[in-house]
């Protein structure tokens, strides 16, 4: 690290602009679900399910331009790649206020969401850059709080817009907001990647450093235990307006119930950054993926028995997401640690890895909702089973850390610092 970088940017505000460019992508997404139906009635949609394509259009931007950024913000370092595609974002965000037909609209969203994979990219290989081991597990952890919070106050922003203004108040919104984080980011935000550590961008430099990512034994499983545990997630939030109003008839409560959710995992982030130091990452994530498998397990074994009320439904739900925060982003964490040389690349195929296999599982587990929990819990359980496996092969079928004692003695480097 660069005494200029730590001159320029301090530990606490590097913190702070690496959280709101991560929330600049989450709020892209939840701000719009108040105004769906006004953008639906306004440029004439008949079928409300396609409505839904506004947020779909977005995720499947980010989810392949992802695999560009990586490449380039290696051989041109983070700033240059970074202030790019949020220049792109603000662009289209914009733009779409003055879309003509909700053709033109998806488009601007399919743009939007190209633009913000570079946040999506660069915010991880940032950290990557600057911090190692427990430290960046924190970093990533205090972060990955502000991104879990969002879901809890963008709806409830996008409805107050909606009072306010028309449907495309909330797209002024969004290039407004992405407009001042592009200035702090400019003004704040010195380059992160050496010119002496960049790589060329050619077609077999990016073919090596894809090479670099796959062939890690440890970093790719990380990685695919993340997608699983993502894919758990989505599952469960594609059916979760079902559960919470048909099955258990919240009604307008639902979006506290959901909130809840979400908070429970900014919670843990937070916990988690606050002892990730003492634990480590193995001993958390390992603990947590054990919690999440079996407390879906017992979830899984009542539903099919019949026996689940909302009393019982809602502890067992918050066990869960809870242990999803301490997993995800110390799993996170521990897919980056090995390839600091690559991060970017690493950043991109883990962004698109998780965001594209993520939405895929979880669809899927969301179209098979039968009136009752048994699905979402179905998912909830097997993925957290294929989550453990991904997680006892990174570590040579040890858990708890024991896996690094055992790459000291086959004199491998161990991948965590301590």
Not at 168 to 189: C, D, E, H
Not at 269 to 285: A, E, H, K, Q, Y
Not at 382 to 409: D, N, S, T, W
């Amino acid at each position: 690290m660069s005494d200029h970088f730590t001159r320029v940017l301090s530990r606490p505000e590097f913190i702070a602009l690496m959280a709101a460019l991560m929330a600049l992508n989450a709020l892209a997404i939840d701000v719009m679900l108040p105004a769906l139906p006004y953008m639906g009635e306004a440029l004439g949609v008949a079928n409300e399910n396609e409505r839904q394509f506004v947020v779909s259009s977005y995720m499947l931007g980010m989810g392949i331009a992802v695999l560009a950024f990586g490449p380039l913000s290696d051989r041109f370092g983070r700033r240059a790649p970074l202030l790019v595609g949020m220049g792109i974002y603000i662009v289209a965000a914009v733009a779409a206020v003055f879309a003509p037909s909700f053709g033109v609209l998806l488009l601007l969203r399919f743009i939007q969401g190209m633009g913000a994979a570079s946040v999506r990219v660069i915010a991880m290989s940032v950290v990557r850059d600057r911090y190692s081991g427990r430290e960046m597990a924190e970093v990533m952890s205090l972060t990955f709080m502000v991104f879990m919070a969002i879901p809890i106050i963008a709806p409830g922003i996008g409805q107050i817009l909606l009072l306010t203004g028309p449907w495309q108040t909330i797209f002024l919104f969004m290039g407004g907001l992405a407009v001042a984080f592009w200035l702090w980011t400019y003004k704040r935000l010195p380059e992160t990647l050496p010119l002496d550590s960049r790589r060329p961008l050619t077609l077999s430099g990016i073919a090596t450093s894809f090479k670099i990512v796959f062939t890690n034994r440890v970093a790719i499983s990380y990685g695919l235990a993340g997608t699983f545990l993502f894919g758990a997630l989505f599952g469960f939030i594609s059916s979760s307006q079902q559960i919470y109003v048909d099955i258990y008839g919240l009604g307008v409560y639902f979006p506290v119930a959901f909130a809840a959710m979400a908070g429970l995992m900014a919670v843990s982030s937070f916990t988690n950054s606050r002892i990730v130091r003492r634990f480590g990452m193995r001993r958390l994530s390992h603990g947590a993926m054990l919690s999440f498998t079996i407390v879906s397990g017992i979830w899984l074994a009542l539903a099919l028995a019949g026996f689940m009320p909302l009393w019982l439904f809602f502890p067992l739900l918050a066990i869960i997401m809870f242990s999803f925060g301490w997993a995800s982003s110390n799993m996170n964490s521990l897919s980056m640690e090995p390839l600091g040389a690559v991060a970017g690349t690493a950043s991109s195929v883990f962004g698109f890895i998780q965001t594209v296999g993520g939405a895929l599982i979880g669809s899927y587990t969301g179209q098979h909702f039968d009136g009752t929990t048994v699905p979402a819990a179905t998912g909830y359980f097997a993925m957290g089973v294929l989550a453990l496996i991904c997680i006892l092969v990174a570590e040579r079928g040890k858990l708890f850390g024991v896996g690094e004692q055992y790459a000291h003695e086959k004199g491998e480097p161990v991948m965590e610092a301590h």
